[in-house]
């Protein structure tokens, strides 16, 4: 759950998405700001019930508490301190004040204390986190686990409660067969809360509790519950969250067939320029010039040098899109005076 983590799925773009995932997120989080209680407990109900599914093949309980998530995200506009972290913490026992018989808020505000130790964390390496941050964060973590533990006699359906569970069972590097456990007993009710397969792949990477073995094999179970609607999808946005390096498709790690094809189930979900601009990125890593070419085509005015990395990266793909079909690839030149590069 967003609420659990440390960065939202949504906002903080200079144009809003209009996914059909977001229209979800945007009216929570307007309800949530407004305090209209009373509809948000009916929007959780109706979507836990009816295992509710965006158009965009997304759970739309999953949407909902992205969009709780939404109004704490201040997109750096004012820095997170303890206070708006209380000021957030108090909202949430506002709404379970108010709600006392409705499940969501007390589980919305066992994923913010989840939230509230990673903050207590930080996002650096382990070696740079303090005694003092350590201890923060375990004492909060222990106080979201004991939450969600007394929610569970009333969750075992529910897959936000399986993806909170995950998220602080990574945190407390809780055993393999346990933490699978779980994961498979979520994903087996929801497939399509993609959180859970995010979760699952984070715990088996190398830098969290796996290894490059046991990450690529749960990204494989992701995709083979998600298959169905969602094609490659997974196996795309796993890879492009986990994987992404120069050498990614020439190691032999990453397959550029099947994360092309997965770029391309995703557009067919719903096409956005955001996405089709990345997708232009991974197309120059693979060296595939005439596929560049296709997508800065269909991209035109919409190419967006921002989410193409540095200067030289995007000069060498836009130069290697107009080599498409010879066969060679071009050469970068960069001016130490003014970090300009200019590519054959």
């Not at 989080?29 to 509809?39: G, H, I, P, V």
């Not at 080599?323 to 690839?329: D, E, N, Q, W």
């Amino acid at each position: 759950m967003l609420l659990a983590s440390m960065q939202p799925a949504y906002g903080c773009s200079a144009t809003k998405s209009t996914r059909p995932t977001q229209v979800v997120v945007d009216e929570v989080q307007a309800l949530f700001e407004k305090k209209d209680y009373q509809k948000l407990d009916a929007l959780y109900a109706s979507y836990l019930k009816e295992k509710s599914m965006t158009a965009d093949s997304i759970s739309k309980l999953e949407g909902f508490f992205d969009g709780i998530a939404e109004s704490f995200n201040t997109c750096g506009s004012t820095p997170v301190t303890e206070d708006t972290a209380q000021t957030q913490e108090a909202s949430l026992r506002a709404w379970s004040k108010a709600s006392p018989r409705s499940p969501a808020p007390k589980l919305a505000l066992a994923f913010f204390t989840a939230k509230y130790a990673w903050f207590a964390r930080g996002t650096g390496f382990g070696g740079t986190v303090s005694p003092a941050e350590w201890k923060l964060f375990k004492l909060r973590m222990a106080s979201a686990k004991a939450q969600l533990d007394a929610l569970a006699p009333t969750n075992k359906t529910n897959p936000a409660w399986y993806a909170a569970m995950l998220n602080v069972g990574l945190a407390q590097g809780e055993t393999a067969q346990k933490f699978d456990a779980l994961y498979e007993k979520g994903g087996a009710l929801a497939p399509y809360y993609t959180d859970l397969h995010f979760q699952a792949v984070r715990y088996h990477t190398e830098w969290w509790h796996g290894s490059r073995e046991e990450f690529n094999n749960a990204v494989e179970r992701a995709v083979e519950l998600t298959k169905e609607r969602l094609g490659q999808t997974m196996y795309t946005r796993m890879h492009w969250t986990h994987s992404q390096s120069q050498d990614m498709f020439t190691s032999g790690d990453v397959s550029w067939a099947r994360m092309k094809t997965g770029f391309e189930d995703i557009l067919t979900t719903f096409d956005e320029k955001r996405t089709r601009n990345y997708l232009g990125t991974f197309a120059c890593i693979a060296n595939d010039a005439s596929y560049l070419k296709k997508q800065l085509d269909v991209l035109g005015a919409d190419v967006d040098p921002a989410l193409w990395g540095s200067k030289r990266k995007y000069g060498y793909c836009m130069a290697l899109a107009k080599h498409s079909g010879t066969g060679t690839l071009p050469r970068c030149f960069e001016f130490k005076n003014s970090g300009d590069v200019e590519c054959d």
